[in-house]
């Protein structure tokens, strides 16, 4: 099977490519640096020739939910009719577990996905996953004073390369619209995360639990972000993965 997978050189992107090429598919690569811009649709349409099917883990990072509707609104529009034209049988895109319970802006354009992919006229499979263990780290970047707020927030974490084989073993299947949710085997609190991560790299730097306010601090806080029901159980947990492969290098402080 053919598959192109958009947003294929970012983290999960570069898994997915990985997890199809173990499983023998061809795979083509949609990215602005093999010269499409889903923004746009800029080369889309010569990219997905001859594709059986989409993957597509294109993302923008924001906090802005201006610059995430723009982003994702025009990419998955595009995205999506350029697929129809290519006679793509499957359409599978990933997002957010509580994107539609939980008021942050980033996942305001993962809704807006969501509706678009429903909508459309391509063969389609959603799947949810909750925060990777990376995002403890994604927190950190840029950050380099003593104290480090961490929003309240509690997640089920899950392996970034478990998502990626769900996604591929999805793609090779029926559509299924919603699927059933991917999350981590354990719950845990993002300060926590970022303390033991901090803790793994021989840093010393105060994490400070920061509640949001309003009913996006109450969802964080609450479990809006954790799996309503049943769930596709990752094995992986947070502490095997610092201990890893991808551990965390020591600080220089």
Do not use: C
Request: a positive charge; glycine letters at 14%.
């Amino acid at each position: 099977m053919k598959v192109a997978v958009a947003g294929g050189t970012g983290l999960m992107g570069r898994l997915v490519v990985q997890e199809l090429g173990s499983r023998s598919h061809d795979t083509v690569v949609v990215s602005r640096s093999t010269g499409v811009d889903l923004t746009t649709g800029a080369g889309l349409d010569a990219a997905l020739a001859g594709a059986d099917a989409v993957i597509d883990v294109g993302n923008v990072t924001t906090t802005s939910r201006a610059k995430s509707l723009a982003y994702f609104g025009p990419a998955t529009e595009h995205l999506l009719r350029a697929s129809e034209r290519a006679g793509v049988r499957h359409l599978v895109a990933l997002s957010v577990v509580g994107a539609d319970r939980v008021g942050l802006g980033y996942y305001a354009g993962k809704v807006r996905q969501e509706e678009l992919i429903a909508a459309g006229g391509v063969p389609w499979t959603v799947l949810r996953a909750t925060q990777f263990h990376e995002f403890a780290g994604q927190l950190l970047a840029g950050g380099r004073g003593p104290v480090v707020p961490v929003p309240r927030m509690l997640s089920r974490p899950v392996a970034a390369s478990e998502v990626a084989a769900e996604l591929v073993r999805l793609v090779a299947g029926p559509a299924q619209g919603m699927a059933t949710p991917i999350a981590g085997p354990e719950p845990l609190w993002m300060h926590d995360m970022v303390r033991r991560l901090l803790r793994a790299r021989g840093s010393r730097r105060l994490v400070v639990p920061l509640p949001l306010p309003g009913a996006t601090g109450r969802a964080l806080s609450s479990g809006g972000l954790l799996p309503e029901g049943g769930f596709v159980h990752g094995k992986q947990s947070y502490a095997d993965h610092l201990a890893g492969p991808t551990a965390p290098a020591p600080a220089s402080r």
